[in-house]
Every structure is written in C-alpha cells, then in structure tokens.
T-cell receptor, first 113, second 117 residues
Framework: GENVEQHPSTLSVQEGDSAVIKCTYS??????FPWYKQELGKRPQLIIDIRSNVGEKKDQRIAVTLNKTAKHFSLHITETQPEDSAVYFC????????????FGTGTRLTVIP | GAVVSQHPSRVICKSGTSVKIECRSLDFQATTMFWYRQFPKQSLMLMAT?????????EQGVEKDKFLINHASLTLSTLTVTSAHPEDSSFYIC?????????????FGPGTRLTVL
C-alpha cells in the first residue's frame, strides 16, 4: 500500500517568513495530493490540492509543487501569519472511485509574531 | 464543498459500554464515507470505508466486530464502538467523498472525542 512520509515534524518561523513542508510517497499510482490544515481539536480543512497532471498550483500565499518522478510534493506558505499556526497534513491517493487518502504524519507549524 | 456533521462532539463513557457516533452529510448524497481515528499529536489513521447499502471495508488491524459501521442511507453513517475500553479513547473523525467543482476530494466532520474511563 501507499506510504507517505512528511518532514519536518515541527517547524517554527518568524512572522512574514516562508514555510516549506515536504512529503514523499511510495506508490507511483497515486495521482491526487491534498494538503489539510488542522487546528487544535478541530477538523482537518482542505487548503490546497494538486493532481498529477500539473507540477505546481498556487492559491494566494499557498503553493504546492509536485515531482512525480521523484515522488515528492511540497507545501509552500509565504508571508506567514500567526493564524497559519496549525498542524498540516499531506496526503496521497489513487483517484479511482472513492478517494482513499493516505496521510503523512503531520507538521506542527508555529508562526512567531 | 460538502458540509459534514458529527454527533456527539464529545462523549465520556464507562469501560464496557457501547458508544454510537453519527456522521451526516448535510448537503451531499454520500455513497462513500470514511472513518478515521486520531490519537493525540498523531496523524489520521483510516479505520474503514463505509459504503451505502453494503458492508464496510475495514483496514488491516481494525476489528470489525468492535467497530460496527452502518451506512443505511446516502446521508448517514454510524460508527459504534462496542465494549469500549480506555485504549479506545481517541478523536474519531468521519469524512465524505464528494464531488466539488468537477473534482473529487474528502470533506471532514468536526470529530468526536471519545473518553473511556
């Protein structure tokens, strides 16, 4: 089955700096890669996703890149703000039928004001 | 995206009792729902895939007789933790596989925090 690894497990940045979280996956059949943000005690919220037919996607301060050859994808947050502090999870799935997501281990991002 | 609710949000029960958690898709007819468990400071672990009108598909290591899943309608799936024990204490989250703006993704419920005394 799919194995998703995520690094780093914790990340602290100064407000305004950029944050980068990296994930690797093992199953070459995976073709859908969402990122979720989870605040303490709350549900994961989808913040951005990418499919294997593109290499990069951007939504305001958030961008995701995908390298299918190397089987890794990354989340980039620019101009970080304190409200970006949360746990971020990457995930991967083979988008056939229902989306069975395999999650990374999570990254706790702390943005220091 | 799909709006997903869960009930209850928090439950405390005695060891040996059973607890039922409901997951509702409020604005989307969900053929497929997923149940996850999340221990403190850990990732989401898929427990089972709930399929409307048929048996759930359980992940390896998840006891189907202990975690009963029923998906009787396109808007409701239930997870019953039978004979709960302290080690079952966890955050249980459901999700709905939904089509939004032409693409499929998962939308999560708010979660249920189960504490077994």
């Amino acid at each position: 089955g799919e194995n998703v690894e995520q690094h780093p497990s914790t990340l602290s940045v100064q407000e305004g700096d950029s944050a980068v979280i990296k994930c690797t996956y093992s199953d070459s059949a995976s073709n859908y890669f969402p990122w979720y943000k989870q605040e303490l005690g709350k549900r994961p919220q989808l913040i951005i996703d990418i499919r294997s037919n593109v290499g990069e996607k951007k939504d305001q301060r958030i961008a995701v890149t995908l390298n299918k050859t190397a089987k890794h994808f990354s989340l980039h947050i620019t101009e970080t703000q304190p409200e970006d502090s949360a746990v971020y999870f990457c995930a991967a799935s083979e988008e056939t039928g229902a989306n069975n997501l395999f999650f990374g281990t999570g990254t706790r991002l702390t943005v220091i004001p | 995206g799909a709006v997903v609710s869960q009930h209850p949000s928090r439950v405390i029960c005695k060891s040996g009792t059973s607890v039922k958690i409901e997951c509702r898709s409020l604005d989307f007819q969900a053929t497929t729902m997923f149940w996850y468990r999340q221990f403190p400071k850990q990732s989401l672990m898929l427990m089972a895939t709930s399929n409307e009108g048929s048996k759930a598909t359980y992940e390896q290591g998840v006891e189907k007789d202990k975690f009963l899943i029923n998906h009787a309608s396109l808007t409701l799936s239930t997870l019953t933790v039978t004979s709960a024990h302290p080690e079952d204490s966890s955050f249980y989250i459901c999700s709905v596989d939904a089509l939004s703006e032409g693409t499929r993704t998962q939308y999560f419920g708010p979660g249920t925090r189960l504490t077994v005394l």
